[in-house]
């Protein structure tokens, strides 16, 4: 049984509809898990999240939670949605007022810094590995030039992004969802790695 685990993102937990929506459409079949974490505390954060990935087969991660599976440095496949790979400069800026009061900005973006040096660790296999969906109409912001400068593409041409219909918050859409998923099940089953092969069979049932 492949193990996924879902990341949230700011403001989110294990428990919201981001998280149900991922289950539901995977269906039956997997082991999933969806863990809480405090964004705002970066260092913490990443390091209970480098936890709870071992072992894991799958990670699907939102907006600044996409950012912190990005930096782990481990085998998974993730699929990232609308990653927010420069919180240092963004996430200041779409605080709620109750999210501000305990938000220490020097040393958040001291630690978000220290976090993206991981990139720099990660081998051309791990970038492949990665897949990141944009929505066209994020409200928020956009990292789809930033995502193809650091995570490339491994595999021949074929891009690992790809823009799709919605708006921020893709997992609370299912159809922005499902399209997201399904673009990732092709990506992996085309790579011609293992795990790509061991996956398809699989995921052809959801499609």
Request: aromatic content about 12%; overall charge negative.
């Amino acid at each position: 049984m492949k193990k996924v685990i879902y990341i949230h993102g700011l403001g989110g937990s294990g428990n919201g509809s981001s998280a149900k929506n991922i289950k539901k459409l995977l269906g039956d079949g997997y082991e999933f898990s969806a863990g809480t974490y405090d964004l705002l505390k970066p260092a913490e954060a990443f390091e209970q999240i480098k936890k709870d990935v071992k072992g894991t087969d799958i990670v699907i991660a939102s907006s600044l939670g996409a950012f912190y599976a990005s930096a782990v440095i481990c085998p998974q496949v993730m699929l990232l949605l609308n990653p927010c790979l420069k919180p240092e400069y963004t996430i200041k800026h779409i605080l709620y007022p109750e999210q501000r009061k305990d938000f220490d900005e020097e040393k958040c973006r001291h630690e978000w810094l220290e976090i993206k040096k991981n990139w720099d660790e990660l081998d051309q296999e791990e970038k492949g590995e990665r897949f990141g969906v944009f929505a066209k109409n994020d409200e928020l912001f956009s990292f789809y030039e930033t995502f193809k400068v650091h995570f490339g593409t491994f595999w021949g041409a074929r891009a690992n992004s790809a823009f799709i219909e919605g708006t921020h918050e893709i997992a609370k859409d299912e159809a922005a969802l499902k399209k997201s998923l399904d673009l990732f099940w092709k990506y992996l089953d085309k790579t011609n790695e293992p795990m790509g092969k061991g996956l398809s069979a699989s995921f052809d049932t959801l499609l």
